[in-house]
């Protein structure tokens, strides 16, 4: 069983920045393929980003590449979304959430972020 609690978000204006955490506990979060979600209002849920388990491979949808940085910390059990550039379509309820290999599981509550124009 893995628990996953994100935090981090907010009220911003567009172009500015944020740091969202996912903060995980009850399994070897070291070993764990993870990623980010986000579902917008009416939307539905899209992938943002994922990570490997040691860091050293990620992938990001087109709309935030360049603009989101996906990393993680194993000794904190931590896993992190760096925001730039922020545009009013970023705002959304974001997700972590434990990668599979074809599917993901043990979804966070989420965190809302919302960008201003």
């Known amino acids: 069983q893995v628990q996953l609690v994100e935090s981090g978000g907010g009220l911003v204006q567009a172009g500015g920045s944020l740091r969202l955490s996912c903060a995980a506990s009850?399994?070897?979060?070291?070993?764990?393929?993870m990623g980010w979600f986000r579902q917008a209002p009416g939307k539905e849920r899209e992938f943002v980003a994922s990570?490997?388990?040691?860091?050293?491979?990620?992938a990001y949808a087109d709309s935030v590449k360049g603009r989101f940085i996906i990393s993680r910390d194993n000794a904190k059990n931590t896993m992190f979304l760096q925001m730039n550039s922020l545009k009013p379509e970023d705002t959304a309820v974001y997700y972590c959430?434990?990668?599979?290999?074809?599917?993901?599981?043990?979804w966070g509550q989420g965190t809302q972020v919302t960008v201003s124009s």
């Open positions: 009850g399994r070897t979060f070291s070993t764990l393929n």
């Open positions: 990570i490997n388990s040691g860091g050293s491979i990620t």
């Open positions: 959430a434990r990668k599979l290999v074809n599917s993901y599981d043990y």
